[in-house]
């Protein structure tokens, strides 16, 4: 089992900037791959980036350029660095991670479905 537990996320004005975090524990060593999807009202999951245990990252085309996502292996966390947030970006922002199978990070960014665990979310709100 692998546990999520995000933070970071808040009210900014647009042009701002916010990192989020994302801790895991239980059985990490079973992850390859991470991600970060969010989830506005009446929207769909959608996926923002993703990262393999090799460092290979997918990106939204919504968000390249302007979101970075990483890894600190050494202390089980997920960062994802976002700038010049807009109010579209407006979401709860959810963690996930995936064990088994690999699946290209290319693909898997746009197959929530096919991550296996979750976090419970952190609340982003981005202000004109």
């Known amino acids: 089992q692998v546990h999520l537990v995000e933070s970071g996320g808040g009210s900014v004005q647009a042009g701002g900037s916010l990192r989020l975090s994302c801790a895991a524990s239980?059985?990490?060593?079973?992850?390859?791959?991470m991600g970060w999807f969010r989830q506005a009202p009446g929207k769909v999951r959608e996926g923002v980036a993703a990262?393999?245990?090799?460092?290979?990252?997918s990106y939204a085309d919504s968000v390249k350029g302007r979101f970075t996502i990483s890894q600190d292996n050494a202390k089980n966390t997920l960062y994802l660095q976002m700038n010049s947030l807009n109010p579209e970006d407006t979401a709860m922002y959810y963690c996930?991670?995936?064990?088994?199978?690999?699946?290209?990070?290319?693909?898997?960014?746009?197959?929530?479905?096919?991550?296996?665990?979750w976090g419970q979310g952190t609340q982003v709100t981005v202000s004109s």
């Open positions: 996930a991670a995936r064990t088994g199978v690999r699946v290209a990070v290319t693909v898997i960014l746009f197959h929530p479905y096919l991550f296996g665990y």
């Open positions: 239980g059985y990490t060593g079973s992850i390859y791959c």
């Open positions: 990262i393999d245990n090799d460092g290979r990252t």
